[in-house]
């Protein structure tokens, strides 16, 4: 029996799927298997999955990224379960720094890493939205509430507590269920991977509203408002800071639309806005220029707000569901009772 299952879910990831298995079969630690589980995929990845991984599953139906994860789950022989994603490049330690972690820390039943702040993509948004995921992070706590999909780590002995409701943000969603369920998560600070991910204008914009959108279901299914603040944190990933930055940003541009009467206000809040992101900016300057950081302020404000956009319309529609399903159940058990 392995120590460690490695787990990629993929579709249609023929552009980056041989790289991420290559990275794998790098590692120095070699007492692990390695599980590629396909939704279905109608290109080359699964022929070049078959070539690396010592299993590929393939998945019927309605691709599901969480559905895939719990599926390579079930397979997986390994006493250490590693999910990994299929545009996702690991260090030759990586496997071995897991190992080394959990057997330092026998309290812990899961680990998260982050992004390593190179990017092989040179284009605006892949290096901006890399950036932004690798500051985030940095600013964490040890101990969180959430998983990362890029890379995370979970002991067999809990692996099944798995969330599969969730499409986009499942990682995070298991995080939550596995922290209500009393279960110890620690982020590990110098676990850094290379994500392939590339970003245009577009593909920027729906990610950070799909995202907040799932979170949005997320925070109300695992009662997040609970959460907000503990750990030194806000929820999840997102900092204090971050989540007042999302508020603030479409407060601002309502401001804008009311006129010239609400002109202080803009002021006001445009100023705590800067005031929030200004060390974000500092880093983004440091790291990759003037030019950068400046032209990166009003990506930051627009992304809020569509953050922001993600959120409120998650809420509507997944308070809205509940509401409706509540008012049905509640008419059956009257009709019953009549």
């Known amino acids: 029996m392995p120590r460690i299952s490695v787990i990629i879910p993929t579709y249609n990831n023929q552009e980056t799927i041989e790289e991420c298995l290559r990275s794998v079969r790098q590692s120095v630690f070699h007492d692990y298997e390695l599980i590629v589980a396909d939704s279905g995929s109608r290109d080359a990845t699964p022929s070049i999955a078959a070539s690396y991984a010592d299993q590929v599953i393939t998945l019927p139906g309605t691709p599901h990224r969480g559905r895939t994860r719990n599926c390579g789950l079930k397979a997986a022989q390994g006493e250490i379960v590693v999910n990994i994603d299929s545009d ?11 190992v080394r972690y959990f057997s330092r820390h026998p309290q812990i039943d899961a680990l998260t890493g982050l992004l390593d702040k190179e990017h092989p993509n040179l284009d605006f948004f892949s290096q901006y939205k890399n950036l932004y995921m690798h500051y985030v992070f940095k600013k964490l706590p040890e101990r969180i509430n959430f998983l990362y999909g890029s890379i995370y780590a979970i002991r067999r002995q809990v692996a099944e507590i798995y969330d599969s409701e969730i499409k986009i943000a499942d990682d995070t969603a298991l995080g939550q269920k596995l922290a209500t369920c009393g279960k110890r998560i620690a982020l590990v600070n110098d676990l850094e991977v290379v994500h392939l991910k590339k970003y245009n204008l577009f593909s920027f914009i729906k990610n950070d509203f799909k ?39 479409p407060a601002i541009l309502m401001g804008v639309f009311l006129g010239d009467h609400s002109l202080p206000f803009i002021i006001v809040f445009s100023l705590i806005w800067s005031a929030l992101n200004f060390h974000f900016s500092l880093f983004l300057i440091k790291e990759k220029g003037s030019i950068f950081g400046i032209f990166s302020i009003p990506v930051t404000f627009i ?25 049905r159940r509640k008419g059956r058990i009257d009709e019953k009772a009549a």
């Open 211 to 249: 995202i907040p959108y799932d979170w949005a279901k997320i925070f109300l299914k695992y009662k997040g408002w609970k959460q907000l603040g503990r750990n030194k944190t806000g929820y999840a990933h997102a900092s204090r800071q971050q989540l007042l930055s999302i508020i603030i940003a």
């Open 303 to 327: 992304d809020n707000i569509v953050m922001a956009f993600g959120i409120f319309c998650g809420l509507f529609i997944f308070s809205s569901y509940q509401n409706t399903k509540g008012s």
């Open 88 to 98: 996702v490049l690991i260090k030759p330690d990586t496997l071995d720094k897991i």
